[in-house]
């Protein structure tokens, strides 16, 4: 058994005008929403478990600050729960694309289904939170790419190791 993870988690009803069901619809507007607020600040990277009627938001920070596998089987937990019907993990990360000496910051979505196939969509930002080039590049499995280093395969770990996600809200906390 893991030891014990405080996540920040923000449940909310699923709006399918906002949140799609249809893959490239539900990328673009995730995308769309980002690059939005950029004005306010940067996003922080989060994972979104989408169910038919609900959506669960969780504060990824703290996981991406774990060590490689722990982090690894915790956003596996997260996002390849049996109940959902999609996973993205959105927000600003430092990233280093083909050739780049040192990474940059991108806004990045990827979503994953539970059939494995996946969409992603991504955009270097400069420091003034301004997008950087024309359009943000855009990769889907269904198209032959290979899944971006770094990301992704919850669903499959899920399957193969039976890992289950237990949340527990601290004693004596609000939930609302």
Known sequence: MAEPFQLRVHVGTRDLDRFPEEDEALG??????????????????????????????????PVLKSPPPHRQRMMAAIGGQAASSCTAM???FKVRFGSMKA???????????PDNRWWTCWQLIDAERKLVGDAPIVRRAVDGWPRPGGVGGWYAMTRRTGLKLR????????VH
């Open 28 to 61: 673009e507007g995730l995308f769309a929403m980002l690059a939005g607020g950029l004005e306010r600040g940067l996003p922080r990277p989060s994972m979104m478990v989408f169910r038919p009627e609900q959506i669960d938001r969780f504060d990824v920070v």
């Open 90 to 92: 959105v927000g600003v």
């Open 103 to 113: 990474p940059q910051r991108a806004i990045i979505c990827y979503l994953e289904w």
């Open 167 to 174: 949340l527990v809200p601290p004693e004596g906390a609000a």
